[in-house]
């Protein structure tokens, strides 16, 4: 090994991608069993319990990215690269669990609402993704610090939002789709200016870097002079997403009610017969 776990990624040679690797499956397995189950063994936790540990998460994942940020920066600018503007900042999609948790955490009315949206939404989803396309592991091996803090904020995301909603803690409405969608384009308004000043691609609505389709359609926009419009589509596009957790958790609660109310018919039923 020609590295240490704190070591950065341009100082790590002869490296290729630890994505997909054994060590990084045994990760993805891991998470999506586990972190269903122990949400389901949890689901009758007090919630003024869930408050308090939403609050201690908001705080270590503040401090955590405020080292991270720092570790990265000492490196690139004590090899002369310079303060990276264009890529350690924290306005990527995945940055607002950070900020959403804070305002969820310390927050009450519309701010709380519109955060847990997002959580048990976007950020869910991103989070699952982010499990197994973990971007961190092309730039760093697994047993590093950046392999470390890139998969465990991702299962920190999807585990969060998965927590809430098996605990009852949020309970998604069809409004919830507009409601978690707000903190994205509050973002992109500090993103957007950032992207175009500097070239760089936070919340992925510059060039849709990664994501095959949408990098095309970027390319072909910007070409015609036309890359704003691209902004907009890629941000109106993370609104039918959170469909992929809204209507099957609609279905969850539909299913349920119809099971609650069956049983007082039932009840009914039972004690009919007994005086019969």
Same mark, same amino acid.
């Given at each position: 090994?020609?590295?240490?776990?704190?070591?950065?990624?341009?100082?790590?040679?002869?490296?290729? +991608?630890?994505?997909?690797?054994?060590? @990084?499956?045994?990760?993805?397995? /891991?998470?999506?069993?586990?972190?269903?189950?122990? +949400?389901?063994?949890?689901?009758?936790?007090? @919630?003024?319990?869930?408050?308090?540990?939403?609050?201690?998460?908001?705080?270590?994942?503040?401090?955590?990215?405020?080292?991270? !940020?720092?570790?990265?920066?000492?490196?690139?600018? +004590?090899?002369?690269?310079?303060?990276?503007? %264009?890529?350690?900042?924290?306005?990527?999609?995945?940055?607002?669990?950070?900020?959403?948790?804070?305002?969820?955490?310390? &927050?009450?009315?519309?701010?709380?609402?519109?955060? /847990?949206?997002? !959580? $048990? $939404?976007?950020?869910?989803? +991103? %989070?699952?993704? =982010?499990?197994?396309?973990? *971007? =961190?592991?092309?730039?760093?091996?697994?047993?590093?610090?950046? =392999?470390?803090?890139?998969?465990?904020? @991702?299962?920190?995301?999807?585990?969060?939002?998965?927590?809430?909603?098996?605990?009852?803690?949020?309970?998604?409405?069809?409004?919830?789709?507009?409601?978690?969608?707000?903190?994205?384009?509050? /973002?992109?308004?500090?993103?957007?200016?950032?992207?175009?000043?500097? %070239?760089?691609?936070?919340?992925?609505?510059?060039?849709?870097?990664?994501?095959?389709?949408? &990098?095309?359609? &970027?390319? !072909?926009?910007?070409? @015609?002079? /036309?890359?704003?419009?691209?902004?907009?589509?890629?941000?109106?596009?993370?609104?039918?997403?959170?469909?992929?957790?809204?209507?099957?958790?609609?279905?969850?609660?539909?299913?349920?009610?119809?099971?609650?109310?069956?049983?007082?018919?039932?009840?009914?039923?039972?004690? &009919?017969?007994? *005086?019969?």
């Amino acid at each position: 090994m020609n590295y240490h776990f704190f070591d950065y990624k341009y100082n790590i040679e002869n490296f290729q +991608s630890d994505l997909f690797s054994v060590p @990084h499956i045994i990760f993805i397995v /891991l998470s999506f069993l586990l972190v269903p189950t122990i +949400s389901i063994l949890l689901r009758k936790i007090n @919630h003024k319990k869930i408050d308090k540990f939403i609050k201690i998460f908001s705080i270590a994942w503040v401090v955590l990215e405020i080292v991270k !940020i720092t570790w990265e920066s000492y490196w690139d600018i +004590s090899t002369g690269r310079g303060f990276n503007t %264009g890529g350690i900042l924290p306005l990527y999609t995945c940055s607002l669990f950070i900020y959403t948790m804070l305002f969820a955490a310390w &927050s009450k009315g519309k701010a709380k609402d519109y955060s /847990l949206a997002f !959580i $048990t $939404t976007i950020s869910l989803i +991103s %989070g699952a993704i =982010g499990i197994v396309q973990c *971007n =961190g592991l092309n730039y760093y091996p697994f047993w590093t610090f950046g =392999g470390f803090y890139s998969m465990f904020f @991702h299962l920190s995301m999807f585990a969060t939002g998965v927590f809430l909603l098996f605990t009852g803690y949020k309970k998604l409405e069809w409004k919830d789709m507009i409601k978690a969608w707000v903190p994205m384009l509050i /973002l992109s308004v500090i993103a957007s200016p950032v992207n175009y000043e500097y %070239g760089a691609d936070y919340m992925q609505i510059y060039e849709g870097s990664g994501i095959p389709f949408f &990098s095309t359609l &970027s390319g !072909i926009l910007a070409d @015609h002079g /036309l890359r704003f419009v691209f902004t907009v589509i890629m941000l109106i596009t993370y609104i039918p997403l959170t469909l992929v957790i809204i209507g099957p958790a609609k279905l969850v609660y539909f299913i349920n009610n119809k099971r609650k109310n069956k049983l007082p018919n039932k009840k009914l039923e039972e004690i &009919s017969n007994i *005086n019969q």
